[in-house]
């Protein structure tokens, strides 16, 4: 079964730092684009920060200088480092990946969401 998992959410005060991790599991064979989102309550899930498979990055406005995103292939593993958090950053986070993996002896292709984990920033 292919899956997306996070961790590394909680509890932070503010100006803090706190890493994401989001690990793909199962037959994969290959990971393009890879995002992080977050929705706070009340709010739209919205992009965070992107990676592409060659490494290439992009970041909301609001994280710029204060989120890095990064990738490894080899373990099929996506982070996000966030610095100087802010209590406006408090939101579950979800990672979402581009998969091609084995079904079988067939390549499947399909975007994949995490569960989710909680970042709470106290001020």
């Known amino acids: 079964q292919v899956q997306l998992l996070e961790s590394g959410g909680g509890l932070v005060q503010a100006g803090g730092s706190q890493r994401l991790s989001c690990a793909a599991s199962?037959?994969?064979?290959?990971?393009?684009?890879m995002g992080w989102y977050r929705q706070a309550p009340g709010k739209q899930r919205e992009l965070v920060a992107g990676?592409?498979?060659?490494?290439?990055?992009n970041y909301a406005d609001s994280v710029k200088g204060r989120f890095t995103i990064s990738r490894d292939n080899a373990k099929n593993t996506m982070y996000l480092q966030m610095d100087s958090l802010k209590p406006e950053d408090t939101a579950v986070y979800y990672c979402?990946?581009?998969?091609?993996?084995?079904?079988?002896?067939?390549?499947?292709?399909?975007?994949?969401w995490g569960q989710g984990t909680q970042v709470t920033v106290s001020s």
């Open positions: 199962g037959s994969i064979v290959s990971i393009s684009a």
């Open positions: 990676i592409t498979s060659a490494g290439k990055t």
């Open positions: 979402n990946a581009d998969l091609t993996y084995l079904n079988g002896l067939n390549l499947r292709n399909n975007n994949y």
